[in-house]
């Protein structure tokens, strides 16, 4: 069974632009969670999405959105980048949320 | 305030010996992860907690849950030198925002 996939694995951005980042969850699997991990900050819980429908929310600025797909595909997007938004992105995927999570490889992201 | 506290931050322990990590949490919660974090990679969830008193074992590791006394353990026995990691707790907690709060992870360093 194939893992959970994240692209781009790495990334390169310059204050004030965009950047979407993708999640495929481990097919069957529903549940889509997201993950900011920081030196400073460490690991932060972003969101997480059941069947199309965000579910929990993390305390993160409006510049910070996603979506799930019918095919539970996820996209995170983050707006008018800052330095601090400098990060790897973890994605994890689950059948049901109350269940054991498989993690992605992550995308690093670097602004500048 | 909503907090995560992970003892010790840094340990490091002989092959073959026994050690707990703890974790402490501040507000009610009825849900508490494991996770592995192996240097430069993604995150492993180990063990998923769902009640009081919930116990679970894999290999070397075993994990607690008191949500009582808010304190989850995770013991190591015999360690040997590939539980060499990062280890996370996160907790599920019920309010609006940040519905998934991180420890600042356990920095295990296992010598032979």
């Known amino acids: 069974k194939a893992g959970v996939t994240q692209t781009p694995r790495y990334l390169i951005k310059t204050r004030g632009q965009q950047v979407t980042l993708s999640c495929s969850p481990i097919?069957?699997?529903?549940?889509v969670s997201w993950y900011q991990q920081t030196p400073g900050q460490g690991l932060q819980f972003l969101f997480e999405?059941?069947?199309?429908?965000?579910?929990n929310k993390g305390n993160f600025p409006g510049r910070f959105s996603g979506r799930q797909f019918s095919n539970s595909r996820s996209e995170m997007n983050v707006s008018t980048l800052e330095l601090g938004d400098s990060a790897l992105y973890l994605c994890?995927?689950?059948?049901?949320?109350?269940?054991?999570?498989?993690f992605g490889p992550g995308t690093r992201l670097l602004v500048l | 305030e909503l907090k995560v506290e992970q003892n010790p931050l840094f340990l490091s322990m002989q092959e073959g010996k026994n050690y707990t990590i703890y974790c402490n949490y501040s507000t009610t919660s009825d849900r508490l992860y494991w996770y592995r974090q192996d240097p430069g990679k993604s995150l492993e969830s180990l063990f998923v907690?769902?009640?009081?008193?919930a116990v679970k074992q894999e290999g070397r590791l075993m994990a607690s849950l008191d949500t009582k006394a808010r304190l989850s353990t995770l013991h190591i026995t015999a360690a040997v030198h590939d539980l060499s990691a990062t280890y996370f707790c996160a907790v599920d907690m019920k309010t609006s925002y940040d519905k998934v709060i991180f420890g600042p992870g356990t920095s295990l360093s296992v010598i032979p």
């Open positions: 097919s069957g699997h529903r549940s």
């Open positions: 994890a995927s689950s059948f049901l949320s109350t269940e054991t999570q498989y």
């Open positions: 907690l769902l009640s009081n008193g």
């Open positions: 999405y059941f069947s199309e429908t965000q579910r």
